[in-house]
């Protein structure tokens, strides 16, 4: 298996020698910069056999390198031995970044523009220098890649805002329009497919785990475009897929070609005066800028941050509404499998990690409206839950025995909404520090729910909330405590966030967030306890304007590993009662047995 | 009395007219940047009354309007009444600062260029636009202000290191010429006067309360000049300043008049190549900067920030010593007057804050090293103590009763250290409101003593962890939480802070900050608890480097307004143990009367 991989980096070494390149690089993403790209761009994987969600690599003629950051350290060194490719770590102190690494090793550098963003192909680019070269070779793997995945067309729908929340695609189309005329840009270009999907108010599967459709929407004062694979013009005929088409015409959005997006942008037929464009250059895809570049001149490209981002995280009244609810659905799910799981284990099934994660995802699947998990499942026992990002094998997984500390991260997409929650569960009897480190890391998460914040705060300003009880027994996580939770979207969006690196985002009322603390101990256990909360007002005081958190989580916190002394009288207090609001929330909705079995786990400490 | 203020601004109106200036804009600064001038540079107090220690003001043929902070606020109203100077909001929401103020409303703007900094003035003239001109005008007011105060002469004493603490000044001169040396630069400017006073371990009292020479120094590889008012070249004969002046040059440095700066900018003659001067625009006076914008070559002007100033915040083994012991010296003097202001005021002796403040001034100059105080004392009973900058005056000061808040911020300068301490007093009984809010800020306090943190954080990270008590009862303070302190030095100093603010600067071992939350209810009470605090070395675990925090200050918080259930049982445990220790050190230096008093103050809760 890895000769494989050692003959697919030969065969590009050729192409390179041919073609006269240096060094060629890749990344881990996609043309529109998604956190998780489809099969087709999984460039990475298929040079490297690494299949960790974030990396990218460098090939020269000497030398083959994958970049990636901590969360994947481990099973990048898993993965890649043997094949001759390296590790070079990032996000660590005197991390050597791809483009400082490539400026004294290579004059011309290939790159698949269509898969990195403007920002980064300029960050190679400067670093070269004046006498080095960036060459575009968008798709350049096709040559080697047999039976390389075509871009998906899975079958497109559309959203009823009317029941399941949000706002009608004419008013979403109405302020971004406005937001162009405030800007003075008369088109915008949308490249970011969750934003696509957001504007639209349309969903597909063409990335895993991410109800997204790949195309690009072009946004002028009197016309909308859809660049989209699935359209008319190619003759694909999925009878859903045309419903949402004729569906989106109706508001008068012209339906295209994916690759018809050159031409649109370079139309100008309409228009009777050079038109002003504006990008969002960290997500355009630097194979597109470059025509761009050909097409306006550059006083008339506007770059900039796309407005829709921000108004895509504040939810609205309806939104919020149905992520209550479907919290609750998805913790009736999580119970279910909670009870499943504890008394396999108990009744000494051998359950292994993949056994329970089949498991918990057949209990999501029982809820109406679900459409698959919004990620991968993490279902760890012990050392495996050391790894942040643990992937876990269908085959030779870890069985889960009655004692020490099982983590499982997952969530679902709902058509109201999307979760994610991260449960430790104490198996049976568990070490001193595995109960401090639980405690610990839940003190953290309590603390930070508990927080009241002036408003103008950003999430940076309150992560040492949740980190102050590791940090005062030297313990730390090494990822961001909080991401902003797409709706019926993205698992991960932004722009706000809860972490120690900066990020000047302040948390506004509306925003989804997880609330995610954690502990790992390589070759031990990890723990992790995540929620998702609502950033909502908390009113008015002499002293200013104020907002806290909702949690929207609704799943029981196992308290048998809890050392209350390390918990603290508040914390405390906040555990008993949330505890109580699950098992109230909860129990109508459980059979009697599992309601029962809640009523337990629920007691106060 | 206001009509002087109003007379002042006419004749500078009548000037403006005649120049041809469409506004006036004065600085509160001098020509170093200090933030607080020598009286010769009080421009805004001589034209307004304003005696505020920030307040820029600009002046236009209609317009008068001071602009200050939230410190300032009430303090402005009153001094400005009647003076047809106007208040201009600074650091609110919505504020306008003076450059965007003035655009639109003037073309010709002169400046007193000695008295604003690069960025300002750049700022100015950016604003104004290519059509608006900023004219410099140095010591614009010489000519309507008669009998204006020369610039200060005070007698200059030089820092023996081996007693006192600190380096020597030759391994400073080296340290920074390294520093130079990687940086690639001839010459290096020094404007700023704590900068000035740390590298060549001289004092003065130039500026109240900050032990400075009023000078400037240039540095090259081979030369070093000192410029300053008492140069022997003007005749000055102080015999201890000449003194100090025979030792500098021991070190090979050139004493010359404070003037010849400008020559001294501008004199090649000892180098062969055009040489590359660097200068940190941020203390640099406009005026001066102007001058060497002349002189060098715009290629050979480096800008930056300048290194003492992260240096000079790290204190040496000697002088966190001799700091150690400042602050127990500090702390008696401190228990001496708390003692005696109880005994006073229980005794009902008409004790008013002036008095107080007089008395606390007498206990600190019994202290050895004494040099004087390192701020104005703030002594404030009620709401006086609501102004967090309040000035206690002279004449018609409240009287201290035996109920309530009283609130004392002061500190010393001693040839060990300077000292920052604020204790609030509960002078008999208190309403439920002072004793929630007096907890709370102690809470937020006593967390942010607590607090531990990786290596690489900064005080604006761990921020919230002081604010975070008061946050929950939605109460807040509008200041920062730390300052840096320097050492027989300014009070405030950076670059490091503890504040809502971005500021980057990680925490490093040895730096010296202030730690005091507060809370101010107008017309009513406030209450602040400061400590200073040392950033130490906490040790290493398998999650990385610690950092955290020794108390230095050494004076017991008073129990008797605490409210133990809203402190919780960590904070009460740090507090008793606090208290516990300022006993054991204090009180082998005090009679046994105050003694025996302190012991019964220091008894656990």
Request: glycine content about 8%; some cysteine.
């Amino acid at each position: 298996m890895k000769s494989t991989y050692v003959e697919r980096i030969a065969a590009l070494r050729a192409l390179m020698e041919a073609r006269g390149w240096d060094a060629v690089v890749f990344s881990g993403s996609d043309p529109h910069s998604s956190e998780y790209p489809a099969a087709r761009w999984k460039q990475v994987e298929w040079l490297t056999g690494f299949t960790g969600e974030a990396g990218d690599l460098v090939i020269t003629m000497n030398h083959a390198g994958l970049w990636t950051d901590s969360r994947y350290f481990i099973q990048a060194l898993t993965q890649l031995e043997g094949t001759g490719v390296e590790l070079h770590k990032t996000r660590i102190p005197g991390a050597v970044s791809i483009p400082q690494w490539l400026s004294d090793k290579a004059k011309t550098v290939a790159v698949d523009g269509l898969c990195w963003n403007v920002s980064a192909v300029k960050e190679i680019s400067d670093a070269l220098g004046e006498e080095g070269t960036v060459v575009d070779v968008p798709d350049m793997l096709d040559e080697l890649w047999e039976g390389r995945p075509h871009i998906p067309m899975t079958p497109i729908t559309t959203l009823d805002v009317d029941t399941f929340g949000g706002t009608v695609r004419r008013d979403k189309i109405s302020w971004l329009r406005k937001w162009m005329l405030i800007k003075g840009v008369d088109r915008m270009l949308l490249t970011s497919l969750d934003e696509i999907a957001w504007m639209l108010n349309v969903r597909a599967c063409d990335i895993d785990y991410n109800p997204l459709v790949i195309s690009y929407l072009l946004i002028s004062h009197d016309s909308v475009r859809w660049f989209v694979k699935k359209s008319v013009a190619e003759g694909y005929s999925d009878p859903d897929t045309l419903d949402s088409f004729s569906e989106i015409e109706m508001d008068d959005v012209v339906v295209d070609d994916y690759d018809a997006v050159f031409f649109g942008l370079s139309d100008f037929s309409e228009e009777q005066s050079p038109v002003t464009l504006f990008v969002d250059p960290s997500t355009l895809n630097h194979h597109l800028y470059t025509y761009i570049q050909d097409s306006y001149p550059s006083e008339r490209i506007v770059t900039g941050t796309s407005p829709v981002i921000l108004e895509k995280s504040v939810k609205t009244e309806s939104e919020i509404e149905n992520l209550r609810q479907t919290h609750v659905d998805d913790g009736v799910a999580m119970e279910k499998f909670l009870y499943w799981l504890e008394k396999e284990v108990e009744a000494g099934v051998p359950v292994t990690e993949w056994d329970a994660s089949e498991r918990l995802t057949e209990f999501r699947a029982e809820i109406p409206g679900y459409r698959g998990n919004s990620f991968e499942n993490i279902s760890a026992y012990g050392p495996g839950a050391a790894l942040p990002h643990y992937s876990t094998p269908k085959e030779g997984s870890a069985v889960i025995r009655p004692f020490g500390l099982y983590l499982v991260d997952s969530g679902g997409q709902y058509l109201t909404g999307t979760t994610d929650i991260t449960r430790t569960v104490p198996m049976g009897e568990c070490t001193q520090m595995e109960m401090e480190d639980y405690t610990l890391v839940l003190k953290g998460m309590i603390d930070l729910s508990m927080a009241v914040f002036p408003k103008g705060t950003a999430g940076c300003q309150i992560d040492s909330i949740a980190r102050m009880p590791l940090w005062k027994a030297k313990r730390n996580f090494g990822h961001g405590t909080g991401h902003g939770v797409g709706y019926y979207l993205c698992v991960h969006e932004g722009p706000q966030s809860i972490r120690y690196q900066y990020n000047p985002q302040p948390l506004l009322p509306g925003m989804v967030t997880s609330n995610e603390p954690a502990l790992y101990r390589e070759g031990m256990h990890g723990v992790r306890h995540e929620n998702i909360v609502l950033c909502r007002e908390a009113g008015e005081s002499e002293f200013g304007e104020w907002l806290d958190f909702e949690t929207l989580t609704c799943c029981h916190i196992d308290t048998s590993a809890v050392l209350p002394e390390l918990l603290g009288p508040e914390a405390l207090a906040w555990l008993n009662e949330y505890n109580e609001w699950v098992y109230q929330r909860l129990s109508p909705n459980l059979s009697c047995e599992v309601a029962e079995w809640l009523r337990a786990k629920t007691l106060p400490l």
